[in-house]
């Protein structure tokens, strides 16, 4: 249509309304996701940086810093190695409990007849969740401790327990670990249809085929999901193993703290940020592994 003739500039006039009505809406957006990028900007753009920096430069009392590599390396040496393979080891065994006996958990909940019991118990793990540090610790000592009220009682010590162990910490974890996997697991199952039930029923299917077949595969980029988002959980947990196990659990958490705290020496500030970075990488590769899962999970149970 040509624009010069009447018809085609009151066809163009909408339009051009149309095309700054867009921009406007655009440059809305833009402006309400700058507060966002503001604090991702202090909060974590600047100690990354300052992390990062440290963790390739070198420190010594009275003279300018250098770059070198050796803070990464030693960071990935001995004691310091023997505790990131330590705490991905603890981060993952309770990971993978947690990811089991918390499906078994969302799905007696979500195949429960009783409302009631649905809201308690979401109500509850969104506590326990987030429940952790020296009071989860202190509540573990005074009940499973060397001295706790079910360790005498039901002599505990006499069977081999001890709480400040690898599997005294994994059971610590899945204190708050399980409830966590509750809320992220209890989605997908909802999102299981009826029908997909139904079929398999009509085709011949047992409970277990319907699982194996049916549910399992179209539950497996949620569990997985899962069970990295927990991984990430447990492998940054520090206050609880610190208040329980101190040395006797080697964790990269721990080790970072007696650096920054110069209990090793006063040059070892750089290699625990060193270590950090080590952190940040894994976690990285965990939030690398985690979005795609969720976005095929995502697809599946819409």
């Not at 990354?48 to 070198?58: D, I, L, R």
Request: hydrophobic letters at 55%; proline letters at 5%.
């Amino acid at each position: 249509m040509d624009p010069t003739t009447p018809t085609g500039v009151a066809g163009a006039v909408p339009s051009r309304r149309r095309l700054r009505s867009s921009l406007r809406k655009a440059a809305a957006g833009r402006a309400a996701v700058l507060p966002l990028i503001i604090f991702v900007a202090v909060a974590f753009g600047l100690p990354a940086v300052a992390m990062a920096y440290g963790a390739f430069t070198s420190y010594a009392p009275g003279q300018p810093s250098s770059y070198t590599m050796g803070n990464v390396s030693a960071s990935l040496e001995g004691g310091y190695l023997t505790a990131l393979l330590g705490s991905v080891k603890l981060s993952a065994t309770a990971a993978l409990v947690a990811t089991v006996f918390g499906l078994l958990l969302a799905q007696a909940i979500v195949t429960s007849r009783f409302e009631m019991l649905r809201h308690v118990v979401l109500s509850a793990s969104g506590v326990l969740a987030n429940f952790g540090g020296v009071p989860l610790a202190f509540a573990f000592v005074a009940t499973l401790g060397n001295a706790g009220v079910l360790t005498t009682r039901l002599h505990l010590a006499q069977a081999g327990w001890s709480l400040y162990s690898f599997w005294g910490l994994t059971l610590v974890y899945l204190y708050f670990l399980i409830p966590l996997m509750v809320l992220t697991v209890i989605p997908s199952l909802d999102g299981l249809r009826r029908q997909w039930r139904e079929a398999a029923q009509n085709n011949g299917a047992g409970v277990w085929q319907y699982w194996r077949y049916v549910a399992l595969p179209v539950l497996t980029p949620s569990l997985l999901g899962g069970f990295v988002l927990l991984f990430g959980s447990a492998f940054a947990a520090y206050a609880t193993a610190a208040a329980m196990v101190g040395a006797s659990v080697p964790l990269i958490t721990l080790q970072i703290a007696d650096a920054l705290n110069g209990n090793v020496s006063a040059s070892a500030s750089n290699v625990a940020l060193a270590m950090s970075l080590d952190m940040v990488v894994i976690s990285v590769l965990v939030m690398a592994l985690y979005i795609p899962l969720q976005r095929r999970s995502a697809r599946w149970l819409v």
